[in-house]
């Protein structure tokens, strides 16, 4: 359903695009920042973490068809370019902080 309206947000999506610009932009590629901002409102949006629902909830959150949004999710998750080790170390930066000293538990 293309142009249909946007449910009430809780987290708007300026908010997001700050949110994973501050953690990614240094050392991630614009275009990439911009599909990890996708998806971080697809998620925010979605009932389960599978592609189909993160691309449902990008759709509903941004009115785009979802079959369209299902397809960049896919694209998201399927670059090579996008590893989740590319993204760690801006990751745990962005956690860590200034602190000075962490706890870390392993199971």
Known sequence: MVGRSQPQRQVGRQQVEEFVSGIFEEDVHAKRVASLTHGVDGVLHAASLGVRAIGQGLASAQGLAPRHA??????LLSNPQ?????LFSCWVRFVVGERAEIVVNFD
Do not use: H, T
Request: net charge neutral; no cysteine; hydrophobic share 25%.
């Open 82 to 86: 996008l590893s989740g080790e590319s």
């Open 70 to 75: 299902i397809k960049q999710v896919d694209r």
